[in-house]
Structures are given as C-alpha cells and as structure tokens.
C-alpha cells in the first residue's frame, strides 16, 4: 500500500510545509535493483589499530569496487560525501579506545551521503579475552544505537559483533548492510560466529538451494518468494487452500512447486517433508512466514482467537522444525528462518496473543541454535516492525499513521526489506549467523 503522507512530502508544497511545521520528512528510500553496485560512492574506513577484521573489511570493500580511503589518509575532513562509513572497532581494548569512535565520526559524520551507512564492527562483548575489553565493546551498542538516531536523510546505523577469529565470515553481513537490501534494517546488532567458510556467487547465492516459505501467497511471503528465487533458491510456496489462486500467481512467476496446506495441520509436519523430499530430494531453507493477528484485550479474549494465534505463529513453526529436522528433510548446512514481530518484543496492548507467539519464535531461535550448530544448521529470525502489507492496511488510519511515523526513518517498511534480511539469513556463505534476531523496523521506537 502507498504512503499517500511521503507522496505529499515530496512536492513543493509538501516540502514547504514540511519545513515551516517541522513535520516528519522521510526520505524516499532506494531498494536493491539488479546489476546495482553494493555500494554506489565513497567509502572512509577506520579502525583502532590494525586487526585481522579491519583487514578482511578493507578486502571486501576492495571486492565490491568501493572508492574507500581511510580516515588517516585525511579524507575525513574533505569535501568528499561519503556513502558509507566503516569502523573496526575490535581493537578497542577499553573504555580509553573509545576516544577513537568521537574522533573519526565527528568530523565525517555530517557528511554522510542520502541514504548512506554506518557500520561499526566489533568483538562479540561475551567472548571478549578480558572484563575491560567487554566493557568497552558493550559499549559500542549504545553509540551505535544513538547515532541510527542522529542520522538523517535515509541513513543507517548497525553494529556487527565477529566472534574471534569469525574475520573470515564477515563477507555476506557486510555485502548487506553496505547495499540497499539493508534499507530499513537501523539501529540493529548482528553477531557472527566462527562456521566453514562457505563462499557463494553474490549474483546467485542460493544457486540450488531449495527453500520453503509459509505464507507465500501474499504479503510478505511473496516477496520473500521472489527474492529467495531471485538469488538462485527453488522454492516450494506453502499456502492455505483458499489463497489458491494468489499462490498459483507467485509460484509461476518465481518458478518452483506449490504445497496447499494448512500449517496447523496434524500432519502438516509429515505433508512438508514429503512434497520436499519427492519433488526436490530435500530441503536446505525453511522460512516460517504464514501468520496470522486476532487482536483483543486478554479481558475479552475468547479461548478459540487465543489458540488460533498460537496455533499459526508458534506452533506449526515449532511442530514443522523439530519433524524437518528429526527426519533429515532438512540438509545439514541448511537454514531456518522464523518471522517474529517488534510486537514480541515490546508488547502491544491488544495483542497478547500474537506478542505471545512471536516471543515464542524468539524463543524457538534461541532453544535451537546451539543444538543445530553441530549439524551446521543456523536458525535466525526477523522481527519485522511496521511493513506496508495487506495486515497493515487493516489497521485502523490514526494508529497506522503514527505505526508507520515512530522510527528513525519515519516511514513503513516494504516486504521486499523483511525479504532481503531472510535471503541475507539464508545465504550458506552466512555460515556464521546463527542465532540472531534481526529487526526489520528502521529503528522503531517500540521495544527499542
Ligand atoms: P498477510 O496476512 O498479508 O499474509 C500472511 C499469509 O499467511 C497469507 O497468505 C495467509 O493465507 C497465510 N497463512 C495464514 N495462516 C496460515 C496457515 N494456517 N497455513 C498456511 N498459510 C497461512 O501477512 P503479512 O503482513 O505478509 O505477514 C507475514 C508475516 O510477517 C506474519 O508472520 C506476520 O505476523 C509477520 N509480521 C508482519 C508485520 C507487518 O507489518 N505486516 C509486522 C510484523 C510481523
């Protein structure tokens, strides 16, 4: 659906009133196109001493063709309007390396291109080799946190935790959150493990890989379809019988096969397993997307709206995984993607239901991934905030206005942003992802 407010916003007299009112002023925000660079201009890079990390970054941004210079080449202080700012902070040892982060982002900071990116790159603060060191990477969440929300103009602001000696598995985190595919992921933490290393054609990452998407029919699910099958994947839509004729659309668009089923099933766990193994010879991704809202007040909440959230959302995830993995449908190296919400974050009044089953996704990410790390098997979860969806478009104007305003990007979000975090999850080459819970919400203020 359009955000008629944007449109409007971007006229003259949008702009004028804009102006003189101090209203929201979002920035149209570019999405990933086909043939497109990771990264369209200049690059500074800089970090606190020399590390390994700092340089596997300075080789992928070599990779990727960026223009960098590093920040003690004195770029920092020219005219250049960088499009990404880089800064390896794993060197910072203690709370006295944090001068580093004040000295080279004040004077870039400001220069920072439309919908530019900042990515700060730290040591895992639990795996860190002293308390001092722990401290001070720690900090770098609340530094991160608070210029997502300084920045204007559409520009992002992430912190990358790398376990040690996770250099080598840095490449597919940072290809995202450097290009457009990252657009409305702020604000966030991702953390990298050590894993094989895995390498993939970035054009095609999930060249013969064959994934199943819930929910596929619409909304999100579709353009997690289309940009699963986009990157190389053969997916298998799962849908329920009456959104035939939606799924149809998407499966012959995308390719693949199509599964009409009812998650909730009895034997939807069985029915999963089957169409994968005998129309594909397995599976490698499984994202868990179909779910469903019965928004009361626990107070009049009837006990068959409670159970049908829980049934959808939490459940039929839970039940599908331990029946794909127990059965080996599911290849070791695969990947498993639960779709959680801010609400199961925050809370939402109105949504114990729902905030319960998406908690639970959390929970279900948490519970398995070290158990599935032995088999090479990562689980991941998005947490979408506000994403322009037929859902979305149910909620009532005044909450849906001040839904889609309340975050640092002051717009909602498209399915194609919640997509590209799953095909991000899902790439063998993020062998080292595993176990993180990435918002897709342009850094809502629910749950922050
Ligand atoms: P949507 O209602 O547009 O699409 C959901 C799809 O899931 C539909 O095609 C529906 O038929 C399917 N589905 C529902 N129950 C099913 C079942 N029992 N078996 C098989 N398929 C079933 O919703 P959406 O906005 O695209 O949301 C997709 C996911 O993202 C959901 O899990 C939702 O909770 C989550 N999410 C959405 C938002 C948002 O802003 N739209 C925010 C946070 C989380």
């Given at each position: 659906m359009t955000d008629r407010y944007q449109t409007f916003t971007r006229t003259p007299l949008g702009q004028a009133l804009v102006k003189n009112l101090g209203l929201p002023d979002p920035t149209p925000l570019p999405r990933w196109r086909d043939?497109?660079?990771?990264?369209?201009g200049p690059v500074v890079f800089g970090s606190i001493g020399e590390t390994d990390t700092g340089k596997a970054i300075q080789a992928l941004l070599r990779d990727v063709g960026a223009n960098f210079s590093t920040a003690a080449e004195g770029v920092a202080s020219s005219e250049l309007r960088p499009k990404a700012l880089v800064f390896d902070?794993?060197?910072?040892?203690?709370?006295?390396?944090?001068s580093s982060l004040q000295r080279f982002f004040s004077p870039v900071i400001r220069q920072l291109g439309a919908a530019g990116r900042v990515i700060v790159v730290g040591r895992t603060p639990e795996l860190a080799a002293s308390p001092e060191q722990q401290i001070a990477q720690r900090a770098l969440e609340g530094f991160t946190r608070s210029l997502g929300k300084e920045v204007k103009r559409g520009a992002t602001v992430n912190l990358v935790y790398a376990a040690p000696d996770a250099h080598d598995q840095l490449e597919s985190t940072l290809r995202f959150f450097l290009?457009?595919?990252?657009?409305?992921?702020?604000g966030q933490v991702a953390r990298i493990g050590t894993g094989p290393l895995v390498a993939t054609d970035p054009t095609q990452p999930l060249a013969g890989q064959i994934a199943l998407v819930t929910?596929?029919?619409?909304?999100i699910g579709a353009a997690i379809a289309d940009t699963l099958a986009r990157d190389g994947a053969t997916v298998i839509g799962v849908d329920v019988p009456q959104n035939a004729n939606d799924l149809r659309k998407v499966i012959t668009k995308v390719g693949g096969s199509e599964l009409l089923l009812d998650v909730t099933a009895i034997d939807a766990p069985q029915r999963t397993a089957a169409h994968a193994e005998e129309h594909h010879g397995g599976l490698d991704i499984v994202v868990h997307n179909a779910g469903i809202t019965r928004d009361k007040r626990l107070a009049n909440m009837r006990t068959d709206t409670w159970e049908a959230v829980l049934d959808v959302n939490l459940r039929a995830p839970e039940r599908i995984t331990a029946y794909l993995l127990e059965s080996g449908a599911l290849r070791d190296g695969g990947s498993v993607i639960g779709v959680s919400s801010i609400a199961g974050i925050a809370g939402n009044n109105g949504q114990t239901n729902y905030a319960t089953s998406k908690a639970g996704v959390i929970g279900l990410v948490q519970a398995y991934a070290p158990k599935l790390a032995e088999r090479q098997i990562r689980i991941n979860a998005v947490a979408p905030g506000f994403i322009e969806t037929e859902m979305t478009a149910r909620v009532p104007f005044a909450i849906r206005e001040v839904g889609r305003r309340i975050?640092?990007?002051q717009q909602g979000g498209q399915p194609v942003d919640v997509a590209e975090t799953i095909a991000w999850f899902a790439d063998p080459a993020s062998a080292g992802v595993t176990g993180n819970v990435v918002r897709v919400c342009g850094q809502s203020m629910l749950g922050a």
């Open positions: 043939g497109a660079r990771v990264i369209d902070a794993t060197g910072a040892a203690s709370t006295a390396d944090l290009s457009p595919k990252s657009a409305y992921v702020d929910g596929a029919a619409r909304g975050n640092s990007l």
